[in-house]
Structure formats: C-alpha cells, structure tokens
C-alpha cells in the first residue's frame, strides 16, 4: 500500500541531524523559552521577510493570539464578526469563536478551492472587524483583492498560513502578507515539528509585543503580569527541530512540486480534474487535491490498487454538529467541492516508481 503520507520515511532523511539537535537540548538543561526559541524565530522571521516572529504552542493559538491582541488593543471586542472561507479546516472558525467573537463564513471559488472575495463583500456588515485568508492547500490565497477589501472597510487582513508555509505570492512570502499571519508546524505540515508548534509572524512591533507576553500568562517580566494572558509558547526541542528542517523547507518544496509536474502532465483521464497552479506566485502544494463527480468509487479504486488518499475535508465547517447553528447557510460552491474533492499521496519521500503507480492507475480509471 502506498500511505497517503509516510511521516516515519519523511523523518529518517534528517534523523542524524535532528537526533543531535534533540539531544543538544536534552543536554543543555534549559527546555523553555531559551535560545533554540530564540534562533528559529530569528530564522523563520528573515525566511518570511517579515520584522517579528513569535514562537506557539500550535497554529490554533496562533490566530487565536492574534485575534487577542487585536482585542486588547481596542480593534475589536467580543461580538464583532470575523470573516473566513468555509472550505478551510475548522481550526480558523475556532480560533474565532474561542475569542468571543463571531466566524462568517465566505464561500470559495471553484478553481483555487480558496476564499472568493465577491463571497466576502456580501458577508460584510458593521460589525466585520476582520477577513481570515486561509491559504487553502498551499496555494496563496486572492490577497491583493482581499488587502483591497480590508482597506476600504477598515479591516484587519490576517493570514492563516498553517498549510503554505514558503509560498511566494506577487514576489512576498506568505506570513508577511498581511496585518499578521499564523503558522502551525504541526507534523504534517510543509514544515512540521515532532509534537505540537506555531507560530505568529507580523510587521507590527505592537502586535509583536504583546503576543510575546500574552502567551507567556501575559508576563513582560518573571512574575509581573500585565494581561491575563495564556501558556501557548514553542518548546525547544520543538525550536530545535523546527530549525533544522527550515533548512530543507524549500527543497521539500520544490520536491513536492517536481512531482505535482508528473501528475499534471501525466494524469490523463477526461473524468478526473487537475488542481491549477496559478500564475501569481509559487503554490507549495501541501495537498494535491484531484476532483471527480464519482470521488467515492475512485477512493475505493484506488485502494483496491494499493494506494491510500484521503477528503480534505470531509464535511465543511457548517456541517459540523459544533456549528449547528451555521447548517442552513448557502455555501453552494464548498458543498459541492466537498462531493468531488480528494487528496492524492504528495511528499518528497514518494519514490519514482510510488508516482508511475499513481498515474497509472488514475489512467486506467473508468467512471
Ligand atoms: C493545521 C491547521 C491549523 C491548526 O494548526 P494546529 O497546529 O493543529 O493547531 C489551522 N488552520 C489550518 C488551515 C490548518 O491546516
């Protein structure tokens, strides 16, 4: 059987290096809030172009964090409404709730499977205080329209970049296209750590400062507390890790788009879609999401041959019985992506012969 990802495989091409790293810490007798933190933030932030980069606990503190900072700043309070694709993982409209404000969800379009800024103006009211981009797959999402969006309404434009991280969009890198932007390095992310990890990236000294010490329980220094802050901070063996794979991220990246090539060129089946591109930057394909109208036969078919995927996501975030209140909102596009949807195996550990395996069979699919 050929995984769906084979994270064990991933791992062993960097295992001397991160096994020194790992133990580099062990040794050093200091495991939070230390220089391993220190270094990948300074690394990660050059990597993104950005001013600041906070270390978290994992991508779902990370927005959450920066929803926080914008409320004690006095951008918004609890109530205000915060607008985000429906087609995302439900971390982003949790993020939101957990701060006491209110997830509208915006539908997609049907090519980039990413927010559709026409979807986003209609759902703006006067309580919109923010627009929440999800870059959907790994493909940067409109955010020239949706920076536009923001400024004519006096929005905060935020980036969930938990499954882009080192994609390039009109020559930026996402986590520095926005007012701030959220990573998680959760393991199966373009850059993922061994455990839980996130973190935040921004241009703002002021949001910059206050994450730091919200997320350490609102402490500015030992023992005095500003805020009524939070523990949501990136370990070291995590921050050790973390730095050693960053070194690699943009090899991975290109790997993965080396075979996003093969599978473009050479799946040829006139009832399977192919994901695009597109011609405004560089996608990182953290998925590599195929459509079909007989999605759930191909998913047998494929098993059968040996070779595992899986439905990003299965059900959308209306749908869900935590938001039952949202099940009656008009979101045709995501439902109708939700039918078709699936994600075909894509890491650089995938061998040549994994891939000839995979084309070939989506070749011999028939309806
Ligand atoms: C993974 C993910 C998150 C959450 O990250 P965690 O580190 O698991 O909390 C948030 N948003 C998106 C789009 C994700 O893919």
Redesign the pocket.
Known sequence: MIPFLDLKRETDRYASEIKEAVSRVVSSGWYIQGQEKERFENDFSSYCGVAHCIGV???????CLILKAYIEMGVMEEGDEVILPAN?????AL?VSQCGLVPVLADCDIQTFNIDPISVIERITSKTKAIIA???FGRVAPMQELSEIANKYNLKLIE????AHGAIYQGKKTGNLADAA?????P??NLGALG???AVTTNSADISDLIRCFSNYGSDSKYFHRYKGLNSRLDEIQAAILSVRLKYLDADNRNRRQIVDRYSVEIDNKDILLPTKGSDGEHVF?LYVIRSTQRDRLQSYLIENEIQTQIHYPLPIHKQQAYAEFEKQNLRMTELLNNEILSLPLYSSLSTKEIDKIIYALNNWQE
Do not use: E, M, R
Request: glycine share 10%; proline share 0%.
């Open positions: 606990g994992n991508g779902l503190d990370a927005i995302t993982f439900i971390a982003t993020a999800v870059h959907l969930d970049a938990a499954q959220a990573f998680s390095f959760y199966t992310k839980d990890a996130g953290h």
